[in-house]
């Protein structure tokens, strides 16, 4: 008996938050490269790939070999296509290249398999949250990305480092609404690129909600984070799964 041939689909991963100190992390990534992704169309990183990035000259051998996984998977025909998280948004053309992605704008609507759908981070979808609204708006500037590139590396990595301990800070303030997306700018980014479905990330909240899209039916797809396993969207062109990938034992 002939096999049928696999119907064609696509990954989406986000929120990684891959770092030196968590190997968990990068090892099931490593293991989903190597095993799962190959047999994909295309993959889709819909931003925080890692826990920070201060820029592409930061040649540390943990971002080299995070950059040969990927360009191992680019290798084998598997196209890789990166939006920019609010961890992530300093990497620039040099790293992609490295890793070779394709870096797409913040928000970008693409047809899969018939259904056009709208893909980005999701962060600028949390508008209750204004404090870091008004960081978002600077950090996406034309000239404060230059400000920060334009210091020593060692500057940048201190910078960093601050950054991460008031951010920890600052969330266990915050409530889990503001911390969530405002349902308004769904509807309203839903409605402005004139599609029925949005993937993003950046809640750490996965789930597929159902979304009444001015009487038309819409659905928002929420990626998962990976600090407890890894989170991993399939999408062909009947369904959307949401799957976790389990780390490997100690």
Known sequence: ???????????????????????????????????????AQALYILGDLFEVWIGDDDLSPFNLQIAAAFKALA???????????????LLRKRFAQRAGFTILPEQVVVDLYG?????????????LDIAYQRFRKKARSWWWPRIILSLPLTTRRKIAENGRKKSQQNLQKLSDDIMDVTPEEVLKALRQHGVTRLIHGHTHRPAVHQVDLDGQAGERIVLGDWYDQGSILKVDAQHCEL??????SA
């Open 1 to 39: 008996m002939l096999a049928m041939p696999q119907q064609p689909f696509t990954y989406f991963i986000s929120d990684l938050h891959l770092s030196v100190d968590r190997p968990d992390i990068s090892q099931c990534l490593f293991t989903f490269l190597a095993e799962q992704a190959p047999k």
């Open 115 to 127: 259904t056009p759908t709208l893909l980005m981070h999701g962060d600028e979808l949390c508008t």
């Open 75 to 89: 290798d084998q025909g598997v196209a890789i296509y990166f939006i920019h998280g609010n961890r992530d948004f």
């Open 243 to 248: 799957t976790q990938q389990a780390f490997a």
